[in-house]
């Protein structure tokens, strides 16, 4: 049985598919927890499916499900949060911006916290997608009170009770802890390292930064208006 099953949301992500499959495989052999991979193909139109392919048959404990079309994010994750069977689920991006090693740094948060939420220390990113990134978040801190200086880190580890309760909509992958702290679930951010993208293309622009994180929140405070929570006070 896994204890962790991290996910790789991946979209014309063909040139970093090899070097991925081989720095999870990597992590994999010296992980404290048994873990698995699960790659989420969100409707590539590049050679990314051949290489997810080729890696899930090249290492163990690799999975993926490939998505009939491009649906974004936060669809991609909603695809793997379904399928995940283990109690942790972890969640990094194909870019290798981040690394897997990393897992083990946030991991022993989860005694008690139910989500460990990276924060990219040394960003290895243009000043310009610094900058967006830096006013998406303060617009989303304003609305949510999260208190997360970098909800966009794409590497965290989530209880998958908690996870497989948030009722996804597009963009939510940015209101994650906030989705937990609606459960009555723990939260804290924990530094993590950032390295240069060294192939593929970044998937977004200054505009969708900074406009759809502005959208979402008022989606966010809709949601949080009608959220249902109860607690059952006894049963006969």
Same mark, same amino acid.
């Given at each position: 049985m896994y204890e962790l099953t991290i996910l790789i949301p991946i979209y014309n992500e063909a040139e970093n598919i090899q070097r991925l499959g081989k720095e999870l495989n990597a992590y994999l052999t010296q992980a404290s927890k048994r873990t698995s991979v699960l790659l989420i193909n969100d409707g590539s139109s590049d050679e990314s499916q051949s290489g997810i392919e080729n890696i899930c048959e090249k290492y163990k404990d690799f999975n993926y499900i490939t998505l009939?079309? %491009?649906?974004?994010?936060?669809t991609a994750?909603?695809? @793997?949060? $379904?399928?995940?069977?283990? *109690? =942790?689920i972890g969640y990094?991006?194909?870019?290798?911006?981040?690394t897997p090693q990393?897992?083990?740094?946030?991991?022993?948060?989860?005694?008690?916290?139910?989500?460990?939420?990276?924060?990219?220390?040394?960003?290895?990113?243009?000043?310009?997608?610094?900058?967006?990134?830096?006013?998406? %978040?303060?617009?989303?801190?304003?609305?949510?009170?999260? @208190?997360? $200086?970098?909800?966009?880190? *794409? =590497?965290?580890i989530i209880r998958a009770e908690y996870a497989k309760n948030i009722p996804m909509f597009r963009g939510l992958?940015?209101?994650?802890?906030?989705?937990?702290?609606?459960?009555?679930?723990?939260?804290?951010?924990?530094?993590?390292?950032?390295f240069p993208r060294t192939a593929g293309t970044p998937k977004y622009g200054l505009l969708n930064r900074i406009w759809g994180p502005l959208i979402d929140c008022f989606a966010f405070l809709w949601m949080k208006r009608k959220y249902i929570r109860y607690e059952i006070k006894a049963k006969g």
């Amino acid at each position: 049985m896994y204890e962790l099953t991290i996910l790789i949301p991946i979209y014309n992500e063909a040139e970093n598919i090899q070097r991925l499959g081989k720095e999870l495989n990597a992590y994999l052999t010296q992980a404290s927890k048994r873990t698995s991979v699960l790659l989420i193909n969100d409707g590539s139109s590049d050679e990314s499916q051949s290489g997810i392919e080729n890696i899930c048959e090249k290492y163990k404990d690799f999975n993926y499900i490939t998505l009939a079309q %491009n649906g974004g994010l936060s669809t991609a994750l909603k695809a @793997g949060i $379904d399928q995940v069977r283990s *109690p =942790l689920i972890g969640y990094m991006d194909a870019d290798l911006q981040t690394t897997p090693q990393d897992f083990e740094t946030l991991l022993p948060y989860l005694n008690d916290y139910d989500l460990v939420n990276g924060v990219r220390v040394d960003r290895e990113d243009s000043g310009i997608k610094k900058l967006s990134s830096t006013i998406a %978040n303060k617009i989303r801190r304003s609305f949510t009170g999260d @208190g997360m $200086d970098d909800t966009g880190c *794409p =590497l965290k580890i989530i209880r998958a009770e908690y996870a497989k309760n948030i009722p996804m909509f597009r963009g939510l992958h940015r209101f994650l802890p906030a989705m937990i702290l609606l459960q009555n679930g723990r939260v804290i951010q924990v530094p993590v390292r950032h390295f240069p993208r060294t192939a593929g293309t970044p998937k977004y622009g200054l505009l969708n930064r900074i406009w759809g994180p502005l959208i979402d929140c008022f989606a966010f405070l809709w949601m949080k208006r009608k959220y249902i929570r109860y607690e059952i006070k006894a049963k006969g």
